[in-house]
């Protein structure tokens, strides 16, 4: 799947991608396992004594790095978390997700009872005067007394599948594993000072972990995150989406921290090892990451995690971060970004990203990227990291704690906000384009081809996004708040995961299907210094009910001036009128002809744009989307509208532009 140069000429390139639907990756490109076998690992792992990757109660030397204010901040948040119960889990919300649905309740009960654990032991280790260990203890031992350490969603990993767990078969799932880690976390930084309470308590945690995280992952080889069960039928890999370095890297923390048994914690590094080469191998060559940039949090993200444990467990000796893989990788973060909070957001990815930037600065810290670094500090200063709490999800310790101590570097490094002028990603299928590179000023365009079975997969070949100023414009809705719906076979029931509400043709009455084989055709990508463009074929992405010969389409941004659709069509049969669809958070009058009229609420905000068409060829119409989802709120507020051009004739084959200006 590799991109030929078919010209050059001048300022500009043209790239043309011709893809099968059913290609996948067959090179081994596995970057640990056959590199680190079982022998040499004993050799270049520090032993579990030895590895003390931060200061803890006992040993808190090193701890002046974290800025005062920051350490106080935790120490209140302890004492504002000091009292109280430890809220219980009951059965009956468990139940609430194969009842009703809801997998949200139980999440926040659940999650809740993590953070308060990591918060009481972060107070606890900037303070060192025992007032938080009666009520660590009782989240320790809280937490040890549920059934079930992840969430009701994720209970398909167990042979009697969801409702509530079984106990007699413990299973690894994100939430779990995140628990194995904290668990982990706590007993490193805390572990004399519990000790002296009662040595049962540590115990507790080691025991804990071991029979519900290290003896099943170490067993278990039939979970797909795992990626074993794809190559033993097949031969090769089928991508594995972020559970997989998710998943891993906090196995990894757990076996490095608490197993005692040299040789069988050997064997989990090298398991984690093989696991993650299922990840990596079939991996896109460009880095691109198909879930998008709000997942690449806890996909290459959580690579880099797993990268950077194995680099410090090792003191260095285990290291692969000059591979062009995960360099690409890291990079695509920044390639994504569009302006202020907004993040190219295809797929089940959200618009607004808060960027987690001590992350993003290790990584590029790793890899010698001075564009992420720079980043990483532009978004700290942006949500002012350092001045107190960070933020954090779910309890992860495994990732505050490098934050924490990187806090000093991430300030002395120079901000630089990433805009980055032209982006293709051949693999990944996905371009972008700024009107000036550098800059905010002007459109923003990105656009898609790729296939409609990607990890969270949205029916959406040939979508496009487009934003002025770094304000969005035309707009991907994303997800909404998960249900027992969103990954089942009601998903494409769901709007927003429809190609009707993306900005895409619906054909003969006939939206995109999901599935491989619906895919692009005929990809071309070009770009100079006054255009950016991808072109491709629709057609392969909709069904034979569609009657679509061919759809060719052409998205292109002139720079300076406006974003262009060009479409070109051939149909078999004309059953129905088709419609070209066209999302957008502003607000639209289609009271012109000819003219779509997009702007502010209100009217109240000077800058407006029109959707030019032809109107003897097309009929608008604008119909209000209500958003009630919280998720989806959080991106566009109460209301999105979709901008519907109806075709008024019945032609078999046609050519017609469509043009978005500002005024």
């Given at each position: 799947m590799k991109p030929t140069v078919s010209s050059l000429a001048g300022l500009g390139v043209v790239l043309t991608l011709t893809v099968s639907p059913t290609a996948q990756s067959g090179a081994d490109r596995r970057l640990l396992a056959p590199s680190y076998s079982v022998p040499m690992l004993r050799s270049v792992l520090l032993a579990r004594d030895a590895w003390r990757p931060y200061p803890t109660a006992s040993n808190p030397e090193g701890l002046e790095r974290v800025p005062a204010r920051v350490r106080q901040a935790y120490i209140d948040e302890a004492v504002r978390r000091l009292d109280g119960d430890w809220v219980p889990l009951p059965p009956s919300v468990f139940l609430e997700y194969v009842r009703t649905g809801d997998r949200s309740r139980y999440e926040a009960l659940s999650f809740a009872r993590r953070a308060r654990l990591a918060h009481l032991v972060l107070g606890e280790l900037f303070e060192r005067k025992g007032r938080f260990l009666d009520q660590i203890v009782n989240g320790v031992w809280a937490i040890s007394e549920e059934s079930f350490w992840g969430v009701p969603a994720h209970l398909g990993l167990q042979r009697a599948g969801s409702g509530l767990?079984?106990?007699?078969?413990?299973?690894?799932?994100?939430?779990?594993?995140?628990?194995?880690?904290?668990?982990?976390?706590?007993?490193?930084?805390?572990?004399?000072?519990?000790?002296?309470?009662?040595?049962?308590?540590?115990?507790?945690?080691?025991?804990?972990?071991?029979?519900?995280?290290?003896?099943?992952?170490?067993?278990?080889?039939?979970?797909?995150?795992?990626?074993?069960?794809?190559?033993?039928?097949?031969?090769?890999?089928?991508?594995?989406?972020?559970?997989?370095?998710?998943?891993?890297?906090?196995?990894?923390?757990?076996?490095?921290?608490?197993?005692?048994?040299?040789?069988?914690?050997?064997?989990?590094?090298?398991?984690?090892?093989?696991?993650?080469?299922?990840?990596?191998?079939?991996?896109?060559?460009?880095?691109?990451?198909?879930?998008?940039?709000?997942?690449?949090?806890?996909?290459?993200?959580?690579?880099?995690?797993?990268?950077?444990?194995?680099?410090?467990?090792?003191?260095?000796?285990?290291?692969?971060?000059?591979?062009?893989?995960?360099?690409?990788?890291?990079?695509?973060?920044?390639?994504?970004?569009?302006?202020?909070?907004?993040?190219?957001?295809?797929?089940?990815?959200?618009?607004?990203?808060?960027?987690?930037?001590?992350?993003?600065?290790?990584?590029?810290?790793?890899?010698?990227?001075?564009?992420?670094?720079?980043?990483?500090?532009?978004?700290?200063?942006?949500?002012?990291?350092?001045?107190?709490?960070?933020?954090?999800?779910?309890?992860?310790?495994?990732?505050?704690?490098?934050?924490?101590?990187?806090?000093?570097?991430?300030?002395?490094?120079?901000?630089?906000?990433?805009?980055?002028?032209?982006?293709?990603?051949?693999?990944?299928?996905?371009?972008?384009?700024?009107?000036?590179?550098?800059?905010?000023?002007?459109?923003?365009?990105?656009?898609?081809?790729?296939?409609?079975?990607?990890?969270?997969?949205?029916?959406?070949?040939?979508?496009?996004?487009?934003?002025?100023?770094?304000?969005?414009?035309?707009?991907?809705?994303?997800?909404?708040?998960?249900?027992?719906?969103?990954?089942?076979?009601?998903?494409?029931?769901?709007?927003?995961?429809?190609?009707?509400?993306?900005?895409?043709?619906?054909?003969?009455?006939?939206?995109?299907?999901?599935?491989?084989?619906?895919?692009?055709?005929?990809?071309?990508?070009?770009?100079?210094?006054?255009?950016?463009?991808?072109?491709?074929?629709?057609?392969?992405?909709?069904?034979?009910?569609?009657r679509v010969e061919s759809w060719h389409r052409m998205m292109t941004l002139n720079r300076r001036r406006n974003v262009e659709v060009d479409e070109s069509y051939r149909l078999s049969a004309s059953t129905s009128p088709f419609t070209l669809n066209f999302l957008t958070p502003l607000q639209a009058d289609a009271a012109g002809a000819g003219r779509v009229r997009l702007f502010g609420p209100d009217n109240t905000n000077p800058r407006a744009f029109v959707l030019v068409y032809d109107a003897d060829r097309f009929d608008p119409t604008v119909e209000t989307i209500p958003v009630t989802d919280t998720r989806m709120r959080a991106s566009w507020g109460e209301k999105l509208q979709r901008v519907v051009l109806k075709s008024k004739k019945a032609v078999l084959a046609d050519r017609f532009v469509v043009r978005l200006e500002a005024q």
């Open positions: 767990p079984d106990v007699s078969e413990p299973v690894v799932d994100l939430f779990a594993a995140e628990t194995g880690a904290l668990m982990a976390w706590t007993s490193y930084l805390l572990g004399p000072e519990l000790d002296r309470i009662n040595p049962l308590i540590t115990r507790r945690i080691t025991l804990e972990t071991e029979r519900r995280i290290l003896q099943p992952y170490l067993e278990r080889e039939d979970w797909g995150y795992l990626g074993y069960t794809w190559r033993r039928r097949t031969g090769y890999v089928r991508p594995v989406n972020n559970w997989n370095p998710w998943v891993n890297s906090n196995v990894l923390t757990a076996a490095l921290l608490l197993e005692q048994d040299s040789d069988r914690r050997v064997a989990l590094v090298h398991k984690v090892m093989e696991t993650l080469d299922a990840f990596v191998e079939p991996y896109p060559a460009d880095g691109g990451c198909d879930e998008g940039p709000s997942y690449w949090n806890r996909a290459g993200g959580s690579l880099f995690d797993v990268l950077d444990l194995l680099h410090s467990a090792s003191a260095g000796r285990i290291d692969v971060f000059d591979t062009p893989l995960v360099r690409a990788i890291g990079q695509y973060i920044t390639k994504t970004y569009i302006a202020g909070p907004y993040f190219i957001d295809f797929a089940d990815a959200s618009a607004k990203i808060d960027l987690e930037a001590p992350l993003v600065y290790r990584f590029g810290r790793a890899i010698g990227d001075n564009a992420m670094m720079g980043f990483a500090a532009y978004a700290a200063r942006q949500q002012h990291y350092g001045d107190g709490l960070l933020p954090a999800n779910f309890g992860v310790l495994g990732r505050v704690l490098p934050a924490l101590f990187s806090l000093e570097a991430l300030a002395a490094q120079p901000a630089v906000e990433p805009l980055v002028g032209d982006v293709w990603l051949p693999d990944l299928q996905v371009m972008a384009a700024r009107s000036v590179s550098g800059r905010r000023d002007g459109f923003y365009l990105a656009a898609k081809g790729g296939h409609n079975d990607e990890s969270h997969n949205h029916n959406d070949v040939g979508n496009f996004i487009a934003y002025y100023d770094g304000d969005p414009v035309l707009i991907d809705a994303g997800a909404q708040t998960y249900t027992a719906a969103t990954f089942s076979s009601r998903r494409y029931e769901l709007w927003n995961n429809q190609s009707g509400f993306h900005n895409l043709p619906t054909i003969n009455g006939v939206m995109q299907r999901e599935g491989r084989a619906f895919a692009a055709r005929n990809l071309r990508y070009e770009a100079g210094a006054d255009f950016a463009r991808l072109s491709l074929d629709l057609a392969g992405a909709y069904p034979e009910s569609a």
